[in-house]
């Protein structure tokens, strides 16, 4: 030791002693030793620690430790948190308090990135405000390690060395004169500082004053590795003040000088062994804390540390592991071996939902003994997520000390749901989100509104998307009203429009909004948030701010409306895009309810922490260590030029605290083999660890005991389900009372091959409910052709003009404006159409030469007795035309699918001869009976042969055999179904698979049924 710092005071808590607990029993002890039982001798004591998470472990400690009984606290403060208050109070000279005046406030984080990333856009024209950020946010970063380093910004220029750095560098350092000339010009301008740069003074400043005057009582800096150079000279100073001292975490005070001296900066313990250099300390200098509350230590703690050490040794120091036996390691009876199979587990799940089962398991097992606790340490916010949800299924709500990010909160979702869906004109796939989110009121009682958007989402939003804003949800629901639905929505349509008429009370504002200046579109989007929100119990303001979520949301969007001059113009994307990334890295505690046995703690807050069971999981490469990563802005070489630390450092102090926790009484070490169906990586903490009991001879005897295998089989099995027994094929057999009464035409050819089809739609009357924003389809083009052509027919029956082409595409395009879906499906498919309005307009003038009337579009029905009950039989033809001879056409446009003339002609399409069924018997509107002498599919795809008959019956005689052939099909299959016991089926015979099918799920047809191919579904 230096003779100038035998006065420094530092101590030490090995890991494994429980740093929080043995740290709190110390200060008790110092306290009733120099004041007795004051009440208030521990208010004397001021404790630094690493950051506020870290205050509320110990404040929790202190609680626990008095029992219940009334206790006045120590003055916990995190390292970085300087009281400039109480800073100035202690200021004695005019020098030092120039230097605390001199200082410029810290630029708000937000209104940083907001001005840098207009720098940036700046430099790089045309690049999005999203982009913008996401360099914003490195270069923060940047700069906070520049300002903590204590480096200079203007020595940037002179990094790049043309002989030896790439061409590329040279151009990022040039890109990086945003932060080493624009920047510090407009810190100048703006009146502000860095944050990093204006902590670090203020904890040299309060170091300074500290050495010339020691504060009243007691200061204690714990927790920390001194990892920061500020921080480093302000522990310094608290150990040399006569009332100070500094409280190592985990120095390895038994660690070989070989090893100490070949450490390396991802060492566990580099930060330390560089804390020590600059103090001119040695391992030795330093006691133990407390030492009866640290040297209370179990055996099986010194194997675990001295295990811990082997596991970290150098790499240069490695090859010794050849020589280890188990007495290296403290295992020197079978006990020893015993206890540390059943104290120290080393999991690998298959998947990151088998390893949140297993972790959820094993801190609900831990709570069935009294008093016992459990705390999960993991860098993996997704692994912590699925574990307090797989908790919540037994009811235990976990405390996470990281929170949330504002953005996954309720309020966060809403605010972000109501952006996404103005930015995209109302899109049912935006607008269905927010419509189910619980803070959508709309003025509606929970009730009304659930009903309201119960029937919104099925008449409003499935299907064809309709058109952009509140006219598309208008048009929509007039389309509705006037077409083959006007039944079932006329009942509701007032509820519809008044829901219509509500969205666009509280969202037009957006919905107009375009460009405009950020902070005016962040105010119109949180005025339409809060009138969204209103209910007839409560205002939208008081349900969407409410709780903790809502406070913290309140006091996010108020410094950032703070804010407002520094946004560019934005549109709502840009605001999306900017609110993600800003939310995002805002977090949120809601700590009301929590389990007070367990926890789920960040890295940091394991060097604190001691719980009975402690479970270090997400143990992958790139996770824990984590994953360096690649500078965007520098290499290597040029960091180190530049003075800026190796990457390593953040894998030091991440293996520190691994170490911590690993030399705990039970650890259990966790990891998940796949990830995203990828394999990983074992943590190369745990290979080491492998690697040592091979050495010793104790390989696949430690880690995984039949008590770990237990759990894990039960955290498989409980997420699995009886091995389901396949369906059989559904023969449902319904009552007479409930047999079929009509049924259209179209659907005859379904009744022959698929049953069980008409059984869930007329029986059941089970409607298939049609995806959201359901792209437009063949179903959809036929419908689209029909309508067109039947218009058509109906404006121009008498006489066929000279363009009909033309007029068939102009009907079209008058057509296609008030139809849904995406524009582009249109628009790629319009050729087509254009080549079928050609094709027609000929065919159709080389047809009429025969044809002397054209009726589209009757309706028609006929009345069957059979068995003493009536059938009808009811439908509508596309097209039937008079013949100059009074017989009829009969004519259906296709737009796709396969027909026979054979199928005709046997019943297998028997959709044409029972229309001309129905007219023989008089049964079509506006038609007096009479013979078809033409049935036929016109097939209309716009290929190569835009327009072909594809099947016809072009005699009277073969109509009338195929009519024959189809009424006795009919009668017998209304006979057969009319009786109790005939079974309706599904798919009843393997060779005619049905065209369409809208109950393959229902029927769970891929169960008892492989192999069939499924055609593609047409339009009718």
């Known amino acids: 030791m230096n003779p100038s710092s035998s006065k420094l005071k530092f101590y030490n808590i090995p890991a494994g002693a429980g740093f929080a607990a043995a740290l709190v029993e110390g200060v008790l002890t110092r306290a009733h030793t120099l004041y007795g039982d004051d009440p208030s001798a521990l208010p004397r004591f001021r404790i630094l620690l690493p950051t506020r998470r870290g205050c509320r472990v ?111 560098w040279q151009e990022t350092v040039k890109f990086l004169n945003i932060i080493s000339q ?105 006691p133990l804390w407390h030492a009866a509350a640290c040297m209370a230590d179990s055996r099986s703690k010194n194997i675990r540390r001295k295990l811990a050490a082997q596991m970290m040794r150098p790499a240069p120091e490695t090859y010794r592991w050849v020589d280890l036996k188990p007495g290296d390691i403290g295992l020197l009876q079978a006990e020893d071996i015993d206890d540390l199979q059943q104290k120290l587990w080393s999991i690998t799940c298959a998947t990151p939902e088998e390893e949140a089962r297993l972790i959820a398991l094993m801190l609900r097992q831990t709570l069935e003994t009294a008093g016992k606790t459990a705390a999960l340490i993991t860098p993996d916010r997704n692994l912590a997520r699925r574990v307090t949800m797989a908790c919540r299924r037994w009811g235990i709500e976990v405390d996470d000390s990281a929170g949330i990010p504002l953005s996954d909160t309720p309020v966060g979702s809403y605010i972000l749901l109501i952006i996404q869906a103005c930015s995209r004109h109302l899109a049912p796939a935006a607008l269905l989100p927010l419509l189910q989110h619980e803070f959508c009121g709309l003025g509606f009682s929970k009730p009304q509104r659930d009903n309201i958007l119960h029937n919104f989402d099925h008449y409003l939003l499935r299907g064809a998307r309709p058109a952009a804003g509140i006219e598309g949800l208008k048009a929509r629901l007039e389309e509705l009203r006037q077409g083959r639905q006007q039944a079932e929505v006329e009942p509701i349509s007032w509820q519809l429009s008044e829901a219509i008429n509500k969205i666009s009370e509280s969202l037009s504002p957006l919905l107009q909004s375009g460009s405009m200046p950020g902070g005016i579109l962040l105010r119109l989007v949180l005025q339409a948030a809060e009138s969204f929100a209103n209910t007839p119990e409560a205002r939208g303001s008081d349900r969407i701010w409410w709780g903790a979520a809502g406070e913290g949301a309140a006091l996010f969007f108020a410094d950032l409306a703070g804010h407002a001059g520094d946004m560019p113009i934005l549109k709502l994307d840009d605001l999306f895009d900017m609110l993600s990334r800003m ?4 977090t949120v505690r809601t700590p009301v309810g929590m389990h007070p046995r367990l926890r789920i703690l960040g890295q940091l807050e394991a060097r604190l922490v001691q719980a009975d069971l402690m479970i270090a999981a997400g143990l992958n490469e790139g996770m824990w260590p984590p994953d360096p990563g690649q500078d965007p802005w520098m290499s290597r070489p040029m960091r180190q030029r530049f003075g800026l630390p190796a990457p390593e450092r953040g894998t030091a102090l991440a293996a520190h605290d691994f170490v911590q926790c690993f030399c705990a009484d039970r650890v259990v070490l966790t990891r998940a083999s796949r990830i995203d169906g990828k394999p990983t990586i074992p943590s190369r903490w745990l290979q080491r660890m492998e690697t040592v009991f091979k050495a010793i001879g104790l390989e696949g005897q430690i880690g995984f005991p039949p008590a770990a295998q237990q759990l894990l089989t039960i955290a498989r099995l409980s997420d699995q389900v009886q091995q389901p027994k396949p ?35 007329e029986i059941l009357r089970l409607k298939p409910l049609d995806p959201v924003e359901k792209p437009v389809g063949q179903a959809e083009r036929g419908t689209f052709i029909h309508d ?70 009757i309706k028609g029905k006929l009345d069957i007795h059979i068995n003493g009950h009536t059938f009808t039989l009811k439908g509508r033809a596309d097209r039937i035309d008079r013949m100059h001879d009074d017989t009829y056409a009969i004519i259906d446009y296709k737009s ?58 072009g005699t009277e005689e073969e109509v009338q055999n195929a009519v024959d052939n189809a009424w006795q099909g009919l009668e017998e299959l209304i006979r057969i179904y009319s009786l109790p016991e005939t079974p309706f089926t599904c798919r009843p015979d393997p060779e005619r698979v049905p065209r369409f099918d809208d109950y393959k799920q229902l029927s769970r047809l891929d169960e008892w049924a492989h192999g069939e191919d499924e055609p593609a579904e047409e339009a009718a």
């Open 182 to 286: 624009a920047w510090p010009a407009l810190l100048e301008e703006k009146g502000y500082m860095g944050p990093a740069a204006r902590r670090d003074n203020l904890l040299r400043l309060q170091a300074e004053i500290w050495q010339r005057r020691a504060p009243d009582g007691h200061v204690i800096a714990a927790g920390s590795t001194g990892s920061l150079p500020a921080t480093r000279h302000l522990l310094k100073t608290i150990a040399s003040l006569q009332e100070g001292c500094v409280v190592l975490p985990g120095l390895d005070q038994d660690m070989t000088a070989n090893d100490w001296q070949h450490l390396n900066e991802s060492h566990p313990q580099a930060t330390l062994r560089s804390l020590l250099h600059e103090c001119e300390l040695t391992r030795e200098d330093i």
């Open 896 to 953: 796709g699918g396969n027909f026979a003339k054979s199928g005709l002609q046997n019943g297998r399409h028997p959709q044409l001869p029972l229309e001309a069924l129905i007219l023989q018997a008089g049964g079509f509107d506006g038609l007096a009976a009479g013979k078809a002498s033409y049935i036929g599919y016109w097939k209309l795809t716009g290929g190569k042969k835009a327009s072909d008959t594809t099947v016809c019956l």
């Open 727 to 761: 369906a059989t094929r559904p023969a449902p057999c319904p009552p007479a009372a409930s047999r079929l009464k009509s049924l259209s035409i179209t659907q005859i050819e379904t009744w022959l091959t698929n049953p069980y089809g008409i059984y869930a739609a």
């Open 788 to 857: 067109v052509l039947q218009e058509f027919t109906k404006q121009y029956g008498e006489q066929l003009p000279d363009n009909a082409d033309k007029i068939i595409i102009d009907l079209g395009n008058i057509r296609r404006t008030s139809m849904s879906g995406d524009t582009a499906d249109w628009d790629y498919w319009w050729p087509r159409f254009e080549r079928i309005a050609e094709t027609f307009a000929i065919q159709e003038s080389e047809w009429r030469t025969d044809s002397a009337q054209r009726m589209p579009e």
């Open 583 to 586: 939310m995002g890295g805002v």
């Open 58 to 168: 110990i404040r929790d400690m202190f609680l626990q430790h008095s029992e219940g009984r009334p206790l006045i606290l120590p003055r916990l403060q995190a390292i970085g948190d300087v009281d400039e208050d109480e800073l100035s109070l202690q200021l004695t000279s005019d020098e030092d308090i120039s230097r605390l005046l001199q200082l410029k406030p810290a630029m708000p984080p937000n209104r940083r990135r907001l001005l840098l990333a207009q720098l940036v856009q700046e430099k790089e024209k045309g690049l999005s405000w999203g982009k913008a950020l996401g360099l914003a946010d490195t270069l923060a970063r940047l700069l906070d390690q520049v300002e903590t380093e204590g480096l200079d910004l203007r020595t940037l220029p002179q990094l790049v060395d043309e002989a030896h750095l790439a061409a590329h």
